[in-house]
């Protein structure tokens, strides 16, 4: 199945979904790592590379992913969700999606600020287009720190939801990502968000 339906993500979401969510957390404490390496660590030129081509593919994934999801429908809640859950699921995606354009500016901000390009993969090179702003590595780091810290929060916050719908509320939800399960869903549920 390709196309997203109300009661299932389809085979593109899917791989959307866990394509990006690998090196969301991945990202974070190669971050962390690299910024207590010394000059003379041999990983010191070596995990910033995979750190700028990994946050590259991120970003890439994520503007796929925003296509792809505003072509598509969402399937719709289960029965067993309440409103207040809905509402609280939607605004915690939204704010994922938020957060990881603007970690991902932050980090472009940071490593163009001497107006060099940025690697990715050794396939291509994407251009410093914004340079020369003073302070520009110093302020973009700090808030590149900030927004990846709430990454970290937010995707706990949304992996606690998943696991509590599968573990204490023993619905589908967390089944749903995985492309398994047959979903009940009420098309009701869905009118009543609006």
Not at 64 to 84: E, K
Not at 87 to 111: A, D, E, K, N, P
Not at 114 to 125: A, L, P, T, V
Not at 171 to 194: A, C, H, P, W, Y
């Amino acid at each position: 199945m390709i196309k997203n339906t109300p009661e299932r993500y389809g085979i593109p979401a899917i791989l959307l979904h866990w394509s990006m969510a690998l090196p969301v957390i991945g990202l974070f404490p190669l971050g962390l790592y690299m910024t207590s390496l010394d000059y003379y660590h041999p990983l010191y030129q070596t995990a910033p590379w995979w750190h700028k081509s990994l946050g590259l593919l991120v970003f890439l994934l994520l503007v796929i992913r925003l296509i792809w999801r505003g072509i598509n429908i969402n399937p719709y809640p289960l029965p067993t969700h309440r409103f207040r859950g809905i509402r609280l699921s939607l605004l915690v995606h939204r704010l994922l999606y938020l957060l990881l354009l603007f970690t991902c500016v932050s980090g472009y901000l940071i490593t163009t600020a001497d107006g060099r390009s940025i690697e990715f993969f050794n396939w291509f090179e994407v251009p410093a287009l914004i340079g020369g702003i003073e302070q520009q590595e110093d302020v973009a780091g700090d808030i590149h720190f900030v927004l990846a810290v709430s990454i970290v929060v937010l995707t706990a916050l949304h992996v606690a939801g998943a696991f509590k719908h599968h573990f204490i509320d023993r619905d589908e939800t967390l089944k749903r990502i995985f492309g398994v399960g047959q979903s009940i869903v009420i098309k009701e549920k869905q009118e009543n968000m609006k």
